[in-house]
């Protein structure tokens, strides 16, 4: 079967077939921030509390091997690094997204390719081609099932049901497969995603997206022995992707523009640890802070308008929140300690705030209801408006069309690299933070990756 009649073949050539020579230098540039986003993520989610419990599951299954468990001293097999690693990546909400398709491609491509490479021995510009070359397939596999909607409403979790896709297209160019072998290797993958939204409030959205990290590797390396997967996974009359995932199936946007339009530059990077339905309205909160130093106690009313999707969205109303995720999840809660912190970090999620009798006070006053005008704007924006009603009757309002982080609204050069402190520093001292950045910004010259992962071990 020819690679110009096969879809799943169409998409191994390219991931086979691309050099880094033939990757836009800002596409490259992007994917470093991308990639050091990503482990100041991961490298929080190691020594927190789940991080901890992802270890000791790990310890069950003793086994020795080369890829670094992040923010540890431990190396395993790159199967287990790539689940531990890709755990730990999701549990800020602090990860890349794009937008559209609610695909979070660093909290699984990023432990994917750093776990392979540490066994391949890969190079730093092998990695960074690797990695473009699954933010593209992924992408586009998302944007063809429309898992970020109509998926989403099925119950999928994007990042890991396709990320599996994206690991494997990884594992596969860093071990060198034919197209055929690669083309396998996304057809077993696609035969293993994970994330079902059922839990998606607890713990199990955090491994799932470990797990398809490890489906993917585990797909090519059984796709490099010869253990076929077929080509119909994304052509096939019964069971293709597709049809699985959404009653919304587009396929010929899985090989629309590949290789000229870059979809990486698509992907922003998200700046509050909540769900990204909620940041332009933490914006839009910050703004009207910054032009009236109100205080909590004269608030009346917090009138969130957005679009449907964000104001049906069952997990934002979740109030009032019980542990860690369900306040990162809860639209009342962020917006109310915002308020009072005139701050959204990490510091704003801990027990003794999201147990404040104050700030769950306030919190009761949010309400969130949709707006006809953000949803003429979307999916292209996440268009919202808050409006603040104060005892004296004074309303103060604030519209947010792209939030920080996005592409539209980038952060600068400081504000990445003090995000990728703010958590990172949970696992490394300044040095070792300093020593990460350095090296993420000149990957490319790397002849080993294990120059980078090294700097990930903590004694």
């Given at each position: 079967m020819g690679s110009?009649?096969?879809?799943?073949?169409?998409?191994?050539?390219?991931?086979?077939?691309l050099d880094f020579q033939d990757i836009p230098k800002e596409v490259i540039a992007k994917e470093k921030d991308h990639l050091l986003?990503?482990?100041?993520?991961?490298?929080?989610?190691?020594?927190?509390?789940?991080?901890?419990?992802?270890?000791?599951?790990?310890?069950?299954?003793?086994?020795?091997?080369?890829?670094?468990?992040?923010?540890?001293?431990?190396?395993?097999?790159?199967?287990?690094?790539?689940?531990?690693?890709?755990?730990?990546?999701n549990l800020t909400e602090m990860e890349d997204a794009h937008h559209r398709t609610k695909f979070k491609p660093n909290t699984v491509l990023v432990p994917a390719a750093l776990a392979v490479a540490e066994k391949t021995g890969a190079s730093g510009a092998e990695v960074l081609t690797a990695l473009v070359v699954a933010n593209e397939i992924c992408l586009r596999i998302a944007t063809a099932t429309h898992v970020g909607k109509?998926?989403?409403?099925?119950?999928?979790?994007?990042?890991?049901?396709?990320?599996?896709?994206?690991?494997?297209?990884?594992?596969?160019?860093?071990?060198?497969?034919?197209v055929e072998q690669m083309a396998h290797a996304l057809s077993l993958?696609?035969?293993?995603p994970t994330g079902?939204?059922?839990?998606?409030?607890?713990?199990?959205?955090?491994?799932?997206?470990g797990k398809a990290a490890e489906n993917g590797i585990a797909a090519a390396f059984m796709a490099a022995e010869g253990i076929t997967g077929g080509f119909d996974i994304f052509d096939g009359k019964w069971g293709n992707i597709g049809d699985i995932i959404s009653p919304v199936y587009e396929p010929e946007f899985l090989t629309k523009d590949l290789g000229s339009y870059w979809m990486t530059m698509e992907i922003g990077l998200k700046c509050y640890p909540t769900k990204g339905g909620v940041h332009s309205a933490i914006d839009a909160v910050l703004d009207i802070l910054r032009k009236e130093p109100l205080a909590p106690q004269e608030i009346e009313d917090i009138l969130v308008r957005t679009t449907t999707g964000i104001a049906t969205n069952k997990a934002l109303h979740h109030f009032?929140?019980?542990d860690f995720y369900e306040a990162q999840n809860s639209m009342g809660y962020i917006l109310a300690v915002t308020i009072f912190d005139r701050a959204c970090g990490l510091k704003q999620f801990t027990e003794e705030k999201y147990r404040d009798p104050e700030i769950l006070?306030?919190?009761?006053?949010?309400?969130?209801?949709?707006?006809?005008?953000?949803?003429?704007?979307?999916p292209k924006t996440?268009?919202?408006?808050?409006?603040?009603?104060?005892?004296?009757?004074?309303?103060?309002?604030?519209?947010?069309?792209?939030?920080?982080?996005?592409?539209?609204?980038?952060?600068?050069?400081?504000?990445?690299?003090?995000?990728?402190?703010?958590?990172a520093s949970a696992a490394l001292d300044d040095k070792a933070m300093a020593e990460v950045i350095r090296t993420v910004g000149q990957l490319e010259t790397l002849s080993n990756l294990r120059e980078l992962t090294n700097l990930l071990i903590v004694a």
């Open positions: 110009d009649s096969n879809r799943c073949l169409q998409l191994a050539d390219f991931v086979v077939n986003d990503g482990l100041g993520n991961g490298l929080y989610g190691a020594v927190s509390s789940f991080g901890v419990l992802v270890r000791q599951y790990l310890e069950r299954f003793p086994t020795s091997g080369e890829s670094v468990v992040w923010g540890t001293p431990s190396k395993v097999n790159c199967l287990q690094a790539a689940f531990a690693n890709g755990s730990f990546a109509e998926g989403y409403a099925r119950g999928w979790i994007s990042t890991s049901s396709i990320g599996t896709f994206g690991a494997a297209a990884i594992t596969g160019k860093l071990l060198g497969l034919s993958a696609g035969s293993q079902l939204w059922c839990g998606g409030l607890a713990m199990s959205k955090r491994v799932l997206i009032p929140p019980t006070e306030l919190g009761k006053k949010v309400r969130i209801v949709p707006e006809p005008e953000a949803d003429k704007l979307a996440k268009t919202t408006f808050v409006d603040i009603t104060l005892k004296d009757g004074r309303q103060l309002t604030s519209r947010v069309d792209y939030c920080s982080g996005e592409p539209e609204n980038p952060l600068t050069r400081e504000q990445l690299e003090a995000k990728f402190k703010e958590v």
